[in-house]
Every structure is written in structure tokens, then in C-alpha cells.
């Protein structure tokens, strides 16, 4: 199991290198979404400390059982945050990848404030401008981020991105790079197992990786 994870840290220290970055600057989260407490065992068992889950539910339901077994667990939120579930999310992730609206940005600032925990925040920004999919409009992004930090005095620490399937993704992450350059957020959470290594070259600061690492879901 751990085969997998070993093949990803290996390509994104090649990609790393390649971009003349430190293999220091690019944190791998393994998205461990679907897949049961046996299958993230092995790759907790061979030191991967950051995870990454879709659903509040899901994740509340196999890993406050891990963190007794295991220290230094770091939980991403990687899916969209419904405002009921605000409570929960701030309790259990340490990082939050989407932020898109004014409304779970001032749910989030009072869920922390009430339980006196900082979670960091980044912004999904929908790149693809793609009516299905969640995140800000880039044209909304400036405006939502003065929002957040002036209205609500949340420190909002960078960006996030899924590309829309069809299109290149090394498009997508440039202009992310450039959104976060624009607005001084150095975070960029960008590529996954198909692509993480474009996604390398041209900034990501976290990589979510799930199906290269664990398998195909099922």
C-alpha cells in the first residue's frame, strides 16, 4: 500500500527539482475520501501525516478513531462546506480548501471564534468559471478576499482550484498562481493524482493526491 505513496513523494521530488524548488515548499495531502480506516492504516503506518476528506460526515466518522492511535494527524477539507455542518468542520480539520462564499466565511469566523480554534482558510476559486462546480468567479475573488479580511478579519492563507476535465490543467494553475500573486496569498493547493507534477512546476503548495496513493475507488 505504501508502494504508492513512496512513487508520489519520489515524482513530486523530481518535480521539485526540476522547478529548482525545495522538496520543503510542496506538502502532499493523500486524499483518503471513500476509502475505510483499513485501507489509510498502511499509509499512516508509513508516516504520511496529512489526509484530505470531502465530506464533514465522512471524515467524522473514521478519524477521530485514527487521531487516538496516531499523532500529528493534519485533516483537509477538500469538498464543499455546507453552513450546517460549520461546527463540525472546525472541530475536526485543521485546513480548510473551500471558502467560496460570505456566508460560510462568516460561519467559519464564528464557529472559531465560539470554540477558540484557528483552522487555516484557503479559497476555492472556481477557475473554469464552470456553472456545476463550487468556488468564487475570478472576477468575484479581490472583492471576497477584501471581505474576509477587512469585514470579518479572517486570515485567509491561499487558494484552491480543480480544473475543469477537459481543459489543460497547467492553464488553470498558472492563472491560480497569478490570482494568489495578485492578492499576497502564498498557499496554493492545486493538482491531483493525474497532474500534480504540472501542478509543481507552476507553484502548488499542496498537492491532493488520492487514487496514485491508495488505488482506483470503488
Request: charged share 25%.
Amino acid at each position: 500500500m505504501d508502494h504508492g505513496l513512496e512513487i508520489v513523494k519520489e515524482k513530486m521530488g523530481q518535480a521539485c527539482k526540476e522547478a529548482g524548488r525545495s522538496p520543503d515548499d510542496v506538502a502532499l495531502i493523500a486524499v483518503s475520501k471513500m476509502f475505510a480506516a483499513e485501507k489509510i492504516l498502511p499509509v499512516l503506518q508509513a508516516g504520511q501525516k496529512r489526509f484530505g476528506e470531502n465530506r464533514v460526515q465522512e471524515a467524522h466518522g473514521k478519524w477521530p478513531a485514527l487521531r487516538e492511535q496516531y499523532d500529528g494527524i493534519e485533516l483537509h477539507l477538500i469538498g464543499p462546506l455546507q453552513s450546517n455542518k460549520t461546527k463540525e468542520a472546525v472541530e475536526l480539520f485543521d485546513v480548510i480548501h473551500t471558502v467560496d462564499r460570505e456566508k460560510i466565511a462568516r460561519a467559519l469566523k464564528k464557529e472559531m471564534d465560539k470554540q477558540g480554534r484557528g483552522v487555516e482558510l484557503l479559497i476555492q476559486v472556481n477557475t473554469g468559471e464552470e456553472p456545476q462546480k463550487a468556488g468564487i468567479a475570478p472576477l468575484q475573488l479581490a472583492d471576497f478576499v477584501a471581505f474576509c479580511r477587512n469585514e470579518l478579519h479572517l486570515t485567509i492563507s491561499g487558494l484552491m482550484c480543480i480544473p475543469p476535465v477537459d481543459e489543460e490543467p497547467a492553464l488553470h494553475f498558472a492563472l491560480l498562481k497569478k490570482y494568489g500573486d495578485e492578492l499576497g496569498l502564498a498557499k496554493l493547493s492545486m493538482g491531483m493524482s493525474a497532474d500534480f507534477e504540472t501542478a509543481v512546476a507552476l507553484g502548488a503548495t499542496y498537492v491532493r493526491v488520492g487514487s496514485a496513493i491508495f488505488g482506483a475507488r470503488d
